[in-house]
């Protein structure tokens, strides 16, 4: 099977996942416990107006019937009206994923940047104090719940020291919302708001880049081709640099793909803990207040992001490496 | 050829070292084959000293769990004391640990629960948590994988899609949208994780297996007879053991990683005390701005332990399965 064809073959794989994650969402909504509408409906209301707004919904027509109009409507991204605020669903999405994204790529971009160096350091320095220690950091960057790090950082640097805020990604009465979304991002006072979640989750985030890359680097320090490039008497920080980690570099590429969508889908707790207006923290206040359309649109776009990502990492991998055969 | 088979037990030439004479059955070969492998695996495993260190960890965290009601000095939720018209907040008590005259070594919360039962207590959730939903992901996910890549064809095709679209969907999201579906509790989290989290097993059990099932002595005993689930029993699956349990070392951390994160936002069992719960609950009435830092600290730090432990024991092995690493 040739490269076009794999790309068919994916593309089609990738059309089908987003249908199937698109139809258990349906099911697993409709199944929720609860009355959705007990939130819009004030008391006040008569019982025919309640019954009109729940048809207005759409929540009386038959399963199928619903089930249909979910699947057109997932084609044209139009997923509906929010029940608690009525605004649009999309709109929703367009005002929680850039922040998520900003947070997200700041710490993603810091966190590889040092743990592929302490990976290629520690893959070069096989055996030594420095590696272990890098080891063991890493493991435990990776063990101690993001949360619970970005509590102890709150409770320490904000409520004792005073130094970061305590919530959010503005301060009151700074206008973030009258103002661009660009002006705000590269103000002082967003960039102070920032710091904390994002020094956290890079933390969190440096210790998978660190540990494949050094694995990733044991294997090609043991080619041969390292033994010419000594041979040929080159530098030792060239042969590290230029040579070893050039080669070794090729598993982060994918891995970084795959991880930056579990990133975006894992948003939920860091922004819960620093009140990060993201996209993650409104998906479980959504779930929470049984806001159907606004989990269901946000859901969707946290597991269209991992699927495409995937989806990425599987296209790059082939360009990337031409040993890679296609059968 | 089946008689030969039957008898000679041929393929198990390094199990019949002359020791026993005796004819033994099938199952007693079967029990011997695991046993054998089991203590070699452990004797691999113990070598290292971090690897022992975590086991004893684990171990007390265990003898915790088991002696929580002889270990506890009251009841996880049970209020110590009432507060003026139901106003429980600012009336925690200071820890006895500190130096504060009270009886609770870890004072209490603002709804008046004594923190330190609460911890031991929670002791066992996240034991229960991480130990079944890591048997099911590692168990489940072995037998998908191994079952795929023995079969290969369509069976591996249609088990390697469902895997793929397990991998679409993001953890802590369908766990919350499953608890929330299904009602928070416990045993309705396990069960969430354990649908999301046998994907990783899978796939690397089912890549093992394809490249297990071209090997010689899986060819031998395919020409001598043997039946599909006989060569995945006792040939494929004692070969794939060392990553099943490397998945389900990784898997304990991670389902109690994700438990404590799913209490946390605050979908926990309301009846059970967990390590997420408290952290919840701590934040609900701010403790961080009153500084009431031993109501934060110590579940984090068990939980830390925990997880920690089942990171090493997995690394540990992962270094047998991997010598490379080194």
């Known amino acids: 099977m040739g490269k076009a064809s794999f790309v068919v073959r994916r593309t089609l794989q990738l059309v089908v996942t987003l249908w199937a994650v698109g139809t258990v969402l349906f099911a697993l909504f409709r199944l929720m416990p609860g009355d959705p509408t007990s939130y819009v409906v004030s008391s006040q209301m008569t019982q025919e107006a309640r019954q009109q707004l729940i048809a207005s919904y759409g929540l009386n027509d038959p399963l199928h019937i619903q089930y249909i109009r979910f699947l057109e409507n997932l084609v044209v991204l ?6 608690h605020s009525n605004q649009p669903v999309t709109e929703v999405i367009a005002t929680y994923l850039p922040n998520t994204l900003v947070l997200m790529l700041t710490a993603f971009i810091v966190a590889y940047a040092i743990g592929i160096t302490l990976g290629v350091l520690s893959g070069w320095y096989r055996g030594s104090r420095f590696e272990r220690s890098t080891v063991i950091t890493a493991l435990t960057a990776r063990s101690v719940p993001t949360f619970y790090v970005g509590l ?6 904000g409520a004792r020291l ?17 103002a661009g979304f660009f002006d705000m991002v590269f103000s002082m ?6 710091l904390a979640p994002a020094v956290v989750l890079g933390f969190y985030y440096m210790g998978y880049p660190l540990l494949i890359m050094r694995s990733s680097m044991l294997e090609v320090l043991s080619e041969d081709f390292i033994d010419v490039c000594r041979a040929k008497g ?6 590290m640099f230029k040579h070893a980690a050039r080669n070794a570099l090729l598993p982060i590429i994918t891995a970084a793909a795959i991880a930056l ?3 975006v889908g894992g948003s939920v707790l860091i922004e819960t803990v620093f009140a990060w207006p993201g996209i993650g923290r409104e998906m479980v206040r959504a779930v929470l207040r049984r806001d159907f359309p606004v989990a269901q649109g946000t859901f969707i776009v946290l597991a269209s992001t991992i699927i495409f990502l995937n989806f990425v990492a599987d296209l790059a991998y082939g360009y990337l490496d031409p040993r890679v055969t296609y059968d | 050829m089946a008689q030969e088979e039957q008898s000679s037990g041929s393929i198990f030439t390094d199990l019949d070292d002359g020791s026993t004479d005796t004819e033994v059955n099938k199952w007693q070969r079967t029990f011997r084959l695991w046993q054998e492998t089991l203590r070699e695996h452990w004797g691999m495993l113990t070598d290292e000293l971090s690897v022992k260190l975590s086991m004893l960890t684990v171990a007390g965290f265990v003898l915790i769990a088991i002696f929580a009601p002889y270990i506890a000095t009251h009841q996880p939720l049970q209020r110590q004391y009432q507060g003026d018209d139901g106003i429980l907040i600012d009336k925690w008590v200071e820890p006895s640990l500190l130096g504060a005259n009270s009886e609770y070594l870890l004072g209490t919360t603002a709804e008046g629960f004594d923190i330190f039962s609460q911890l031991v207590y929670g002791t066992r959730a996240a034991l229960m948590v991480g130990l079944i939903a890591a048997v099911f992901t590692a168990g489940i996910g072995t037998l998908v994988g191994l079952v795929a890549g023995y079969y290969g064809g369509k069976v591996d095709d249609a088990l390697m899609r469902l895997v793929d679209f397990l991998y679409g969907m993001p953890l802590l999201p369908t766990v919350i949208v499953l608890v929330a579906v299904l009602g928070p509790n416990l045993w309705n989290i396990i069960l969430a994780l354990i649908v999301l989290q046998w994907r990783s097993t899978a796939r690397v059990i089912r890549s093992q297996s394809l490249s297990l099932r071209e090997r010689p002595f899986v060819k031998a005993a395919e020409v001598a007879g043997a039946g599909d689930w006989h060569i995945i029993s006792r040939h494929l699956a004692p070969n794939v053991l060392p990553m099943t349990f490397l998945y389900g070392s990784f898997g304990i951390a991670w389902a109690i990683l994700a438990e404590a994160g799913v209490s946390f936002i605050g979908l926990g069992d309301p009846n059970t005390v967990s390590w997420g719960t408290m952290l919840q609950a701590s934040r609900a009435y701010s403790a961080l701005s009153f500084g009431a830092w031993w109501w934060f600290v110590p579940p984090g730090i068990c939980i830390g332990l925990l997880v920690i432990s089942g990171f090493l024991i997995g690394r540990g ?7 490379k690493l080194q």
């Open chain 1, 78 to 83: 139009n997923f509906g009206q929010s029940f």
């Open chain 1, 152 to 157: 102890i950082v709150l409770w320490i640097f």
């Open chain 1, 162 to 178: 005073g130094v970061i805020p305590m919530s959010g990604m503005t301060s009151l009465g700074t206008g973030g919302s009258n």
């Open chain 1, 189 to 194: 006072d967003f960039v102070h708001h920032l």
């Open chain 1, 234 to 239: 080159l530098k030792e920080r060239t042969i």
């Open chain 1, 261 to 263: 969508g579990y990133a």
């Open chain 2, 317 to 323: 092995y992962e270094e047998i399965t991997n010598p």
